[in-house]
């Protein structure tokens, strides 16, 4: 099993190796091991990866494509931004655009 999966959803979804990284609580230089195939201690974090990406374990491993959201196969340039927007807000935002959707 190779990290390329991985990174092939994170260009799909517009994530950065810091992203994960910051989303992980690890260093950058670890996310870059991961990718140069030095180390491959992120297979131990398949849960937190698939989490943070929105797919399934599955998915990241290769074994099934999760559909897409929407009636069309590709996020449009506005919710990829909403997305990225998200994942780079910190907890406290999170956790209050988690309510608004939630009372939604």
Not at 93 to 104: G, N
């Amino acid at each position: 099993m190779q990290f390329d999966n991985i990174l092939e959803i994170m260009n799909r979804r517009g994530v950065t190796q810091k992203q994960l990284a910051d989303a992980l609580h690890v260093s950058t230089g670890k996310v870059s091991d991961w990718k140069k195939g030095t180390i491959s201690s992120w297979n131990k974090r398949l849960p937190e990866i698939a989490d943070f990406l929105g797919v399934s374990i599955d998915e990241l491993v290769g074994n099934e494509k999760k559909p897409a959201i929407g009636d069309d196969d590709e996020l449009s340039e506005e919710e990829v931004k909403i997305i990225k927007l998200y994942r780079a807000a910190s907890a406290e935002l999170k956790a209050a655009v988690q309510r608004i959707v939630k009372e939604s």
